[in-house]
């Protein structure tokens, strides 16, 4: 059905010295249910490209990277030749603005790290996106979840948003199951609690009614 699909999962690691980094709580566990999903359904050639985790799907072409801007330019060499990109990599925001070659000593109370924005791979993606490429991004928002959901498949060119609503009763990261919010132009489909292997399954059920297919 497609010729090639890209899915960019698991965290990013971003590094301040040699033992040290900032990350966040992504498992990889949904990109990897995505990229299962699409070799059951053998709808295409997958391209899997992975920060550090040990949900790795097999028989898939496998990427793996640490930083941002090693993912940004994995992404990079495979976005013009995809027909479906998913970003459900969890992309560190910032990373510090020195790496420090040597282990950084605890010599005092307080340390200040000065942090740089990494680039916003997603919405470099929708900017070059063409027509016919379909784009899916994720998202984790806390507040005003629907409407920074609306402000992000807008800015971002999105065809699909993966919300997730992070809150003590579902905190989604590392979970087996999740509660999600598909988030199309024409409306919100809340899907109730499942596992990850069944969201995926959902996910991919949209991109195949987006594509022309059933």
Not at 7 to 31: C, M, Q, W, Y
Request: aromatic share 6%; charged share 25%; with cysteine.
């Amino acid at each position: 059905m497609f010729n090639k699909i890209v899915i960019a999962s698991g965290p990013t690691l971003e590094p301040i010295d040699p033992v040290r980094f900032l990350s966040n709580r992504s498992s990889g566990k949904t990109g990897y249910h995505l990229a299962m999903e699409a070799r059951v359904r053998d709808i295409g050639q997958i391209t899997f490209i992975t920060g550090p985790t040990v949900y790795l799907p097999i028989q898939v072409e496998l990427i793996q990277v640490e930083t941002a801007q090693e993912m940004r330019a994995a992404i990079g060499e495979h976005f013009r030749s995809s027909d479906v990109i998913i970003m459900a990599a969890a992309v560190s925001d910032y990373r510090s603005l020195k790496y420090y070659p040597e282990k950084m000593k605890k010599d005092s109370e307080r340390i200040t790290l000065e942090l740089v924005k990494n680039p916003d791979i997603l919405l470099e993606l929708g900017l070059h996106k063409r027509k016919n490429q379909i784009l899916v991004g994720f998202a984790a928002e806390s507040e005003d979840i629907f409407v920074n959901a609306q402000k992000k498949l807008i800015a971002k060119n999105l065809d699909l948003l993966v919300l997730n609503e992070i809150s003590e009763a579902n905190p989604a990261f590392g979970c087996d199951e999740n509660q999600v919010y598909l988030v199309r132009p024409e409306g919100v489909r809340k899907l109730e609690k499942m596992n990850k292997a069944h969201i995926a399954a959902v996910i991919w059920d949209d991109i195949v009614s987006m594509a022309g297919g059933s």
